[in-house]
């Protein structure tokens, strides 16, 4: 750390890193070490003492210099853009320092000091960017009921490990349960920040009681059976994380949690049915939610989402919210097929995991790739469930800061960013 001043005289909270990094757990100093630096046309390659290879181009490198007059992406305080770079620059001077760093002096005399750690992990190596893009979703079936993803609640708020081991699992489940929560209604929120601060709908509010009503608005104020489904499908953002605390709930039948990984059955899709796969990664659906008076929400994107390597990034579905296809009338059969092919599997014995849900027992559900439901139960019975909603973004950003400062070595994963947005492109390109 060398100093906390930044440009133009600013104090900025983050502390001044420049281009340098601690390693990382399990790196060793083979995999930080510069053995010789090569100068291209328009770019320098350098070897490292592991004798991997990683390419830089002159462009790259300097507008990623995060010294103190140039300033930083991490924090957005920064001053160098795009367009005072010449796209041809060429550096003046290109050497190594005595502990290791890369040195560049730029033609207008701009010096750019990067540390050999801080080079390896932005490096875009093919190698490198694998590592980046090697996160890998377990996939479930219904038998995941024998050995749910379950971790304990208590002490999980003052052991990060332990929070972290959580959100590792909620990652590459896209579903956790907690155990011993205990059934205070004051500790939802306690019990969300966990994954971050909760996301306020129009439809639920900011902590959503799901109690039968007499008048019922929504089918979860019901105490009919519902399939399994994503919460919200219908907006364009829709909410990331939906915290189910359960505070009471029936001994014996009615009642039960039902879920579905929507990332299990897309890949299924893609192996038996790759017509529907094909059709619902690129043609829209519609899903609406409009109460007169009130809202009128309305979205036509994909069901599936890929991202640009092919991998599902997203799933969107609500059959109950599902709007009147608008589509080119030699679409409207092709789609119902395709439709038909994805519902029928998130309703089999073959995907749907049943269990009751304890009272004093939470569960969290990644609401871009997991759908939840649940069978019916007798109206009057005292089933009693708290629900919130918090956005993807935040238990990722969580996920990524704990990781890093406990050593992970998979931290900066690319994770799946979520559904298809109306004007997202629908295909990996
Ligand atoms: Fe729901
Ligand atoms: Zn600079």
């Not at 390659?45 to 490198?61: A, G, M, P, R, V």
């Not at 909760?198 to 039968?212: A, C, D, K, P, S």
């Not at 994107?301 to 092919?310: F, Q, S, V």
Request: with cysteine; net charge negative.
């Amino acid at each position: 750390m060398k100093q906390e001043q930044s440009i133009s005289g600013v104090t900025t909270s983050n502390a001044f890193m420049g281009n340098q990094c601690a390693a990382p757990a399990g790196f060793s100093a083979e995999q930080s070490q510069i053995r010789q630096v090569e100068s291209n046309a328009r770019s320098i390659t350098l070897s490292w003492q592991d004798n991997q290879k990683s390419e830089f181009h002159y462009i790259w490198l300097r507008h990623n210099c995060f010294c103190s007059q140039c300033g930083n992406s991490a924090d957005g305080i920064r001053a160098l853009t795009i367009l005072d770079i010449d796209p041809d620059i060429r550096p003046a001077r290109v050497s190594l320092d005595d502990t290791g760093n890369l040195l560049i002096t730029w033609p207008d005399g701009h010096r750019s000091e990067y540390g050999p750690v801080w080079l390896r992990l932005h490096s875009y190596s093919k190698q490198q960017r694998q590592h980046r893009l090697s996160f890998t979703p377990t996939l479930w079936k219904a038998d995941i009921t024998d050995n749910f993803p379950s971790h304990d609640y208590r002490h999980i708020h003052e052991d990060e490990s332990a929070h972290l081991a959580m959100l590792e699992t909620l990652r590459d489940y896209g579903i956790v349960k907690l155990d011993n929560v205990g059934s205070e209604p004051a500790e939802t929120e306690r019990l969300a920040s966990l994954l971050g601060p909760i996301h306020e709908t129009t439809v639920y509010g900011r902590i959503f009681e799901v109690q039968v009503e007499a008048v019922s608005k929504l089918g979860s104020k019901t105490a009919i059976h519902q399939d399994t489904h994503h919460d919200d499908a219908f907006c364009y953002n829709h909410p990331g994380v939906v915290v189910f605390h359960c505070l009471q709930n029936i001994d014996g039948e009615g009642g039960e949690s039902t879920y579905c990984d929507g990332f299990a059955i897309a890949e299924s899709l893609r192996n038996e049915a790759p017509e529907a796969f094909e059709l619902l990664t690129r043609i829209p659906v519609q899903h609406i939610r409009r109460h007169p008076g009130e809202i009128d929400f309305r979205i036509h994107a994909p069901l599936i989402r890929l991202d640009w390597n092919g991998n599902v990034s997203g799933v969107r579905y609500f059959d109950r919210a599902m709007a009147p296809l608008d589509l080119p009338a030699e679409l409207i059969e092709p789609m119902y097929a395709a439709v038909r092919e994805y519902h029928r599997r998130m309703v089999s014995d073959e995907f749907k995991a049943v269990i009751k849900i304890p009272a004093g027992t939470a569960v969290f559900i990644d609401n871009n790739r997991s759908m939840h439901g649940r069978n019916a139960f007798v109206p009057t019975s005292p089933r009693r469930i708290r629900t919130c909603h918090v956005p993807r973004d935040e238990f990722h950003g969580r996920l990524r800061d704990l990781g890093a400062r406990l050593g992970r070595d998979d931290f900066d994963l690319i994770l799946p960013q979520g559904p298809a947005r109306p004007d997202a492109p629908c295909r990996g390109q």
